[in-house]
Nanobody, 129 residues
Framework: QFQLVESGGGSAQPGGSLRLSCAASGVILKYYVTGWFRQAPGKAREGVSCITSRDGGTNYTDSVKGRFTISRDNSKNTVYLEMNSLKPEDTAVYYC??????????????????????WGQGNQVTVSS
């Protein structure tokens, strides 16, 4: 059974760092495009970043470029989102999602939720002083 389990959220001060993990079970994650989304209170869910299957190309929404880094550890079947220089506006529930893409595929952070078939449970990130 395909399962995405997120961990690593929590609280940080502005300028601080957190790392989110998205561990997959039941599948080999490198054959999936994996994305990170977030949803702040009262706002729509937005794409933050994605990493392509196989070659691991990455893409970010403008508001996190230079601050967030997405990566994948194939040996651990896990995708990470390293978040640095956090801002209060980064406060949201963060979700990872996966799209079956065994052939080389591109992705953008702006790809809609409909691209992704599988979702994690969500993880709260709060940035405040």
């Amino acid at each position: 059974q395909f399962q995405l389990v997120e961990s690593g959220g929590g609280s940080a001060q502005p300028g601080g760092s957190l790392r989110l993990s998205c561990a997959a079970s039941g599948v080999i994650l490198k054959y999936y495009v994996t994305g990170w989304f977030r949803q702040a209170p009262g706002k729509a869910r937005e794409g933050v970043s994605c990493i392509t299957s196989r070659d691991g190309g990455t893409n970010y929404t403008d508001s996190v470029k230079g601050r967030f880094t997405i990566s994948r550890d194939n040996s651990k079947n896990t995708v990470y989102l390293e978040m640095n220089s956090l801002k209060p506006e980064d406060t949201a529930v963060y979700y990872c999602a996966a799209d079956w893409s065994p052939s080389p595929a591109t992705c953008t952070a702006g790809d809609g939720e409909g691209r992704y078939e599988y979702w994690g449970q969500g993880n709260q990130v709060t940035v405040s002083s």
